[in-house]
């Protein structure tokens, strides 16, 4: 099939027809998962795009898929080194002319990909933003048919995301040097404030933003105490033994110490964390991804664009700074959809622990942000609400309903009707303009004459003391839960004010009652001592035996290429391969994730492998 050249002239019909080809022939799919299609048609269509999706979603065949369609070079702007080096495998084992530039090469690897450059042969060129900025670099591309951008954890150009990087600014000169260049942002982690903020900073042209559900229901959500994490660890080792996992700690000796206590009770561990030897991290990931490796205990250097699918549980041994990289880090369980484990173990000294570093941070606007980052995943391990509800109100995503696989939905606190008292809330949010803050919320609620009350005439609105016959503490946690809940939002640009949401409008208008939980019963719930609870996933009793001797395959082959073991096939490849067991060449191209270019080099020793099973 021919690249397009013009793709504004053609039809949404013809875009399906040839992104569906391209799918196929070179990664082995047969069906876009939830939005990719109306990103690549958008994109296709010469326009610029922002594209929210979860970990594990489907970021990457956004900007794959028309760079192969696209006559001209593609180039993907990303701050990670380790990612570039996997997509770049990933993307050359299914047979993409790809590569990528950054400090990790050595000068005749360098002068090879700049010739492959100057001759036209690669599809997609993967760069950090300083090697972007490098002298005269810009202007060598403006030589080349660049025929689209895609800039990869766009949540970094904006100072209030999760984590800001101050050259992303920079990326703006892109539209001012390629102006009729499509741009394509993607990220996995933006709340409403940074995704509003994307498109208006790297200077897009009428971006539409594409928001993929933040749901992964097959991932159950705990929260344990502090105290006492080895012991719950070990309960956890047992109930997943053998299966793979990982676990974050906030320090490199952290994970090196846990490492350790994980091996001296037989558990294949292993430790990851950005000051090991270059070779030695790259051996680390190879041999988890692998299997040979069950659990890696890591910072947070480890685990971005890591194709694994089985992994079955993550632990966060402290607790994250930020709900945004807490949810990256959890998505990295369960990719293949079946059941995984998350754990969240809290303690007020990882509290601290966080302040400490937030009060070393000179910029008072950030340090502001971090702050109240930290903050929210603060409240996050304390509440009594639905877990997942929280996640997704977090991301502007109402979910309906509890979701009946986290800690709290297993273990239900005492509820009772508090719409009345939402109403009060909401309703002085709204009367106040949403210029409220929650401090100053709890003020206009109690009746208080406080500066910012005086300052502002709210004690001029009708819910001014409202709610004098409540606490100010209590109402502190009631608005936590009004947040929590997804009727509240923090708007963090402009002062941390209180927004209204569609569903907190709802409660406003008696459509819709509040649950709530009393200060008192919060209280006693967080003092008594909690245990987690088993999550177990099987491969079927049939394909067991079968999964394994494909995988002792896959290593064998990788092994002999030098290559990680996903660059042959993904984990969710050779379980689909052993759950159909194909007789033959074509059955073998049915298995999801076997493209042309796989079918070519591997059906014949796979099939094999398959058979001998079979007759064994």
């Known amino acids: ?99 990528f530039l950054n400090s990790s090469l050595n000068f005749g690897e360098e002068r090879l990909i700049h010739q492959q450059l100057r001759h036209g042969e690669l599809k997609l060129l993967y760069v950090s933003p300083e090697r972007l900025f490098q002298q005269g670099f810009l202007d060598q591309l403006l030589e080349m048919n660049v025929c689209l951008f895609a800039v990869d954890e766009a949540h970094c150009i904006s100072s209030w995301g999760h ?6 600014k920079q990326l703006s000169v892109l539209k001012q040097r390629f102006p009729q260049i499509p741009v394509v942002a993607l990220t996995a982690t933006a709340d409403r404030t940074v995704r509003s903020e994307i498109g208006q900073l790297l200077r897009m042209r009428e971006p539409r933003t594409f928001i993929s559900s933040f749901d992964r ?24 033994l053998g299966k793979c996992g990982i676990i974050y700690c906030n320090s490199r000796a952290g994970a090196e110490k846990l490492a350790a206590k994980l091996q001296g009770i037989g558990v294949k561990a292993a430790y ?49 700074g930020t709900v945004e990289g807490y949810y990256q880090e959890i998505g990295r369980a369960g990719r293949d959809g079946q059941p995984a484990e998350t754990i969240l173990f809290y303690s007020y000294a990882d509290v601290q622990t966080h302040m400490h570093f937030a009060e070393e941070i000179e910029d008072p606007r950030y340090k ?45 606190p005492k509820y009772f009707d508090g719409t009345v008292v939402a109403q009060k809330a909401l309703s002085a949010v709204v009367r106040s303009g949403q210029k409220l803050p929650l401090s100053v919320l709890v003020d206009v609620l109690k009746g208080t004459h406080s500066p910012a009350v005086s300052e502002n005439g709210w004690q001029r609105i009708k819910t001014f003391g409202a709610g004098h016959d409540t606490t100010a503490f209590a109402w502190v946690q ?14 963090y640009r402009d002062h941390h004010h209180l927004i209204i949401t569609r569903a907190g409008e709802a409660v406003l208008r008696g459509e819709r009652q509040v649950g709530l939980v009393s200060p008192e019963t919060i209280k006693e719930r967080q003092e008594r001592p909690k245990r987690s609870r088993q999550v177990v996933a099987e491969p079927s009793a049939a394909a067991g035996n079968l999964l394994a001797a494909l995988k002792e395959l896959r290593r064998e082959i990788a092994k002999q290429m030098g290559k990680p073991a996903y ?34 080099q591997y059906a014949d020793r796979f099939l094999a492998a398959i058979a001998a099973h079979l007759l064994s």
């Open 163 to 168: 984590s800001f990087r101050p050259e992303y």
């Open 217 to 240: 229901p097959n991932l159950s959500l705990a929260v344990l105490p502090g105290q006492d994490r080895w012991k719950a660890i070990e309960r956890i080792m047992g109930r997943h």
């Open 368 to 412: 502001e942000v971090v702050i109240a980052k930290l903050d929210r995943m603060k409240e996050y391990a304390q509440a009594q609400a639905c877990r997942r509800t929280i996640l997704l109100s977090y991301f502007s995503e109402e979910s309906g309903e509890a979701c009946g696989n986290c800690d709290v939905c297993k273990d239900p």
């Open 1 to 99: 099939m021919e690249f397009v050249s013009e793709p504004t002239t053609l039809s949404s019909t013809s875009h399906r027809e040839i992104a569906a080809d391209l799918l196929e022939r070179h990664f082995g799919y047969k069906t876009f998962r939830p939005q990719q299609f109306e990103v690549i048609d958008h994109v296709l269509r010469g326009k610029d795009a922002v594209v929210l999706m979860p970990t594990g979603g489907g970021k990457s065949l956004c900007f794959q898929i028309p760079a192969l369609a696209f006559e001209g070079l593609t180039v993907v702007i990303s701050p990670l080194i380790a990612l570039m080096k996997d997509q770049v495998q990933a993307l050359q084992g299914n047979g993409i002319p790809a590569a």
């Open 567 to 600: 660059v042959v096939f993904s984990d969710a490849s050779l379980i689909d391969m052993a759950e159909k067991a194909p007789k033959n060449i074509y059955e073998f191209r049915l298995v999801n994730g076997v493209g042309d270019h796989k079918a070519a």
């Open 478 to 491: 009631f608005i936590q839960q009004f947040i929590h809940l997804g009727l509240l939002e923090v708007d």
């Open 272 to 320: 990851y964390h950005a000051k090991l030897d270059p070779e030695e991290r790259s051996r680390v990931q190879d041999d988890f991804i692998q299997g040979k490796l069950h659990v890696i205990c890591a910072t947070i250097a480890f685990g971005m664009g890591i194709d694994k699918s089985d992994v079955r549980f993550v632990i966060h041994y402290n607790l994250p």
